[in-house]
């Protein structure tokens, strides 16, 4: 008979159970179903005198199914301890220890305390504004970001110190943080930004992600946002956004304008065929 498998019920929780069941069920079918046409092939060469050849190893790996759970979950303590130890430095920041510069936003507003360093290691451009001889003199020194507002640099260097952001602060700033991250070669920043924008597109956000992504020239989030226009051309068109919009960004409007034609000529030619 073929070698079956069966999960180990105790060793694992429920959902882990029920999957590899199903797994195990499929690779036990397979295994039927090879020993059945070796079977067959047998009869016909021996005229009955079948020969049935188990193959035990097969499976094999599933077998260690109870220890890659047991490594996953180890991996999985070992992954906590590591951001329980760097989030030490998420507290300097938060209680302003030992910070050395200050990061003044455009809108006139209160400085943040940061730390030369940190920033020096999230972006070569920082690094270089901090290299500068304007900023090696004293520890007391100011760097200014003009295009951010103090919320929208509070929650850039919550990002730089953190590596994530609460959702309402994502959702809020995201526009502000996208820009900062183009200019700044923050591409972790970057990448977590557009992630969100094509994740969140919709009807009412969809010519800010156009507007956005052609001005930091990322092809991706324009195409995609440009698709969904031309795909929802009736919600965005008759908005009161679009009507600010249209001027605003003449050579966006001409885009939507030849990609929503080329659409529909593509259609008609795919419906004649």
């Known amino acids: 008979m073929p070698f079956i498998l069966r999960p180990p019920r105790n060793t694992i929780c429920g959902a882990c159970y029920e999957g590899a069941r199903a797994v195990i069920s499929l690779m036990n079918k ?21 020969l049935v050849i188990s193959s035990p190893n097969s499976c094999k790996p599933l077998a260690n199914l109870p220890k890659w759970v047991n490594n996953l979950k ?9 951001i329980n130890f760097l989030s030490g430095f998420v507290a300097a920041f938060r209680e302003q220890i030992h910070t050395d510069i200050q990061i003044l936003p455009g809108s006139n507003g209160p ?48 990002f730089l110190y953190c590596g994530n952001l609460p959702p309402e602060k994502v959702e809020k700033h995201v ?34 992600v156009l507007e956005i992504s052609d001005v ?37 409007y001409v885009q939507i304008t030849r990609a929503f034609f080329m659409d529909a000529k593509t259609r008609r030619n795919n419906s004649a065929v």
């Open 216 to 252: 930091c020239s990322n092809k991706t989030l324009k195409d995609t946002a440009l698709n969904f226009i031309v795909k929802n051309m009736e919600d965005v068109v008759f908005s009161a956004k679009y009507e600010a919009f249209a001027p605003k960004n003449p050579h966006l």
């Open 30 to 50: 397979f295994e039927t179903d090879k020993y059945g046409a070796a079977e067959n092939n047998n009869n016909n060469k021996t005229n009955n005198n079948s």
């Open 74 to 82: 180890e991996l999985e303590d070992e992954l906590n301890k590591k």
């Open 175 to 208: 526009y502000a943080l996208f820009l900062a991250s183009d200019k700044y070669g923050i591409s972790y920043l970057h990448e977590f930004c557009e992630r969100h924008m094509l994740g969140s597109l919709n009807s009412s956000n969809a010519l800010d």
């Open 111 to 158: 400085p943040v305390p940061a730390h030369r360093a940190l920033l020096a290691v999230r972006s070569e451009i920082f690094k270089n504004m901090l290299d500068s001889d304007g900023c090696k003199s004293a520890p007391s020194d100011t760097i200014t970001l003009p295009e951010l507002s103090h919320e929208e640099l509070e929650s850039l260097m919550d």
